[in-house]
């Protein structure tokens, strides 16, 4: 009897190891609920922070709901500041941070040139200031081809803002022919960034193909220099990825847009050296897998009216004790039936 129930603990222990290792980071968020829901906005990427008393910061992109999801990121986008009390809200309005249709002066031509809908934020602490990157776009009638990263920094979470660069701009399209992403039918766009843990800067970005790409740093506002090749091995679409650090790789969180493990599903992407990212596994499941929707109560605002699931889009994740806590994502569908687009909050098991 003895030796049957050691035997019996040890297949239990087997498969709980087991089961354990097979766990994806998928699997590991649970569903929190609404982040922004802004009546008149159409709600998409959203970004967290928190400050050192506790209070979460979001930085949002939204417009006028009356103008639908397309066009409406590309010519009215702005980057509104939203406040919680913790990370799972409620939060508040407190402010716009950037603004679109700015016409400025270019120094070469003397021209004016307007810059259209700051869009996707995404917001780190770098040392002693705060980091905020976005895309803008010049001229919507060629959209998406002139797409590019911009960003802000500050002292404080409140502003003001200052833009680096060129009213803004740390990255475009090279200028080099044999790069991958030369004259890239969408530009470059969907910033994440990465302070790298022996120094310097990692700009990762969307380009070609829906592939990702890098772009490195010695200094925080640039020069930013681009990798000749992508980073990703995809050869269907992904998008909006985040980068970090995780059990001691480096991590792209991205969409899976066209099912390289499920189509509305994410990727975590994994790589040593930052630069590579070969190995992959599933990093977050559609809506409907965390939580309980009926496909014809929900409004869909972007993507196929007939899909048979609601797709997270953007996903931006706030750490406490330099371990993933919470992410905040964006949808397409509106799964409470909403007449604008809101985004969501999942909270990591783990924590």
Known sequence: MKQFLIAIAT????????????????????????????????????????????????????WPCELNVDPGWRTHSEIAHYIGDNPEGPFKFSDIVVEGDINIITESTQSIKKIYAPHNPTIKKINDQYALLYIVNTGIEKHPSNQYICMAVSKSLNGPWKKVGDNGKILDTPNNPEYWNYKATNGVNNPTLLQHPNGGYFLYFKSEKAKMGLAIAENLSGPYIQMPFPVTANNQSIEDGYAFVYNNQFCLLTTDNHGIIESGGGILWKSDDGIHFND????????????????????????????????????????????????????????????????????????
């Open 280 to 351: 992959y596994e599933k990093g977050f499941h559609r809506i409907n897998q965390y939580t309980n929707i009926n496909m014809k109560d929900v409004a869909v605002h972007y993507g196929p009216k007939n899909r048979t699931y609601a797709k997270f889009e953007r996903p931006q994740i706030l750490f406490q004790n330099n371990q993933p806590a919470y992410v905040y994502m964006p949808s397409g569908t509106n799964i409470f039936g909403g007449d604008c687009t809101v985004s969501y909050i999942l909270k990591f098991k783990e924590n």
């Open 11 to 62: 297949i239990f222990t087997t498969v709980m190891v087991y089961g354990q290792n097979m766990t994806s980071f998928a699997d590991q968020w649970e569903f929190i609920g609404t982040a922004i829901n802004e009546p008149g906005y159409t709600i998409w990427g959203t970004s967290p922070i928190m400050d050192e008393d506790g209070h979460v910061h979001l930085f949002v992109a939204r």
